[in-house]
């Protein structure tokens, strides 16, 4: 099952001082394994673009488009057994510590379409 992991900043970090895992390493590890498909880190939300449509009106405006102080600051690909497997990726990841890890199933449009 594929999952996308949204890696957030938090306003609250673990505030426990031993070392935390290693991003090089995490990255190293789920890619040989192959449960990390792909991932980046994003561009600072100030280079962000929203777009909407409004009564047939196209609106774009610079930056994101809700206010928050949390920040998705990059993305992680998953590819695992399950709801737990992704889970314990997630656990292993420095961003656990210092943000907050969001996992979401991808749909599967085709299952949609039958409904």
């Avoid at 928050?68 to 961003?95: F, N």
Wanted: charged fraction near 30%; proline fraction near 6%; aromatic fraction near 4%.
């Amino acid at each position: 099952m594929k999952y996308m992991m949204f890696v957030c900043t938090d306003t609250e970090p673990d505030t426990d001082q031993v070392a935390g895992p290693d991003i090089e390493v995490w990255v190293s590890e789920n890619d040989a394994r192959g449960r990390r498909l792909e991932g980046s880190v994003l561009a600072p939300p100030s280079a962000a673009t929203t777009v909407r449509v409004r009564n047939g009106q196209l609106l774009v405006s610079d930056g994101p488009f809700t206010e928050t102080k949390e920040v998705i600051v990059g993305y992680d690909l998953l590819e695992c057994a399950d709801l737990d497997e992704a889970i314990e990726v997630a656990r292993a990841h420095p961003m656990a510590r210092s943000g907050r890890l969001e996992l979401r199933p991808l749909a599967d449009l085709d299952d949609r379409r039958r409904d």
